[in-house]
């Protein structure tokens, strides 16, 4: 249990870097920001902020959004995501993985950060192609957990989440970059990249849910419920 705690909140501080690098950079931008949500599922929390902004603090401490302003919700002297420039937007998107990087490098040095970062990639391959080997899966994570200090889990943690956030998978930042690239000079995007877009959030969502089984078989074997 005290393992699982662990995991549970170094990710969440991980989580909220990068969404604190994500709100920071969009307001050096002044950009309009109409909602921080921290976490996932329910709401437990609603915070108003200045600028009309307000903070949701959600159930599941491990997902972290920022949505912005629209057109149609536009005081006349507020600035849109919409109007920013095609590199601006390149990175406000890439944000918050800047933040969670720059985080690992300072608490792991800049070669370690890196490769975690990198590493991430390598996570999701594994979780695909050696979905029911959930010691492979989460042996190495709960290992760490037992052995590294706080300061070095959290470098960890924060090179995985801004590694995995590079994914070009919608939902990801890695996704939002893309799509940022590929679109018309009004911001639209082709149908063909709209529809890639749905398949590859059924990818991710796929993803998460082989994570979470692997993660609950794992600790059930771990303590003995299960052979």
């Not at 990710?11 to 976490?39: D, P, Q, S």
């Not at 990801?172 to 679109?183: D, N, P, V």
Request: a positive charge; charged letters at 15%.
């Amino acid at each position: 249990m005290t393992v699982a705690l662990t995991l549970l909140a170094v990710l969440a501080v991980a989580t909220a870097i990068w969404l604190a690098g994500t709100v920071l950079v969009a307001m050096l931008m002044r950009v309009a920001v109409k909602t921080i949500a921290f976490g996932v599922g329910p709401t437990l929390a609603t915070l108003p902020l200045s600028g009309g902004r307000s903070f949701e603090l959600r159930a599941v401490p491990v997902v972290s959004n920022v949505t912005f302003v629209t057109r149609a919700e536009a005081q006349p002297d507020q600035r849109l995501f919409a109007d920013l420039g095609r590199f601006k937007k390149f990175v406000l998107a890439l944000s918050g993985c800047a933040a969670c990087l720059l985080v690992a490098a300072l608490f792991l040095g800049p070669e370690a950060a890196v490769r975690a970062a990198a590493a991430s990639w390598t996570d999701v391959f594994r979780a695909v192609t050696h979905a029911r080997d959930v010691d492979a899966q989460w042996g190495p994570i709960v290992e760490a957990a037992r052995t590294l200090g706080i300061v070095e889990l959290l470098g960890l943690a924060a090179a995985k989440v801004g590694g995995f956030n590079l994914l070009p998978l919608a939902g990801l930042s890695g996704w939002s970059a893309l799509t940022t690239l590929l679109a018309a000079r009004d911001g639209s995007s082709a149908p063909i990249v709209e529809t890639f877009g749905k398949f590859t959030l059924i990818v991710l969502f796929g993803l998460l849910i082989l994570w979470a089984v692997s993660g609950v078989e794992y600790v059930a074997r771990v303590s003995g419920m299960v052979a």
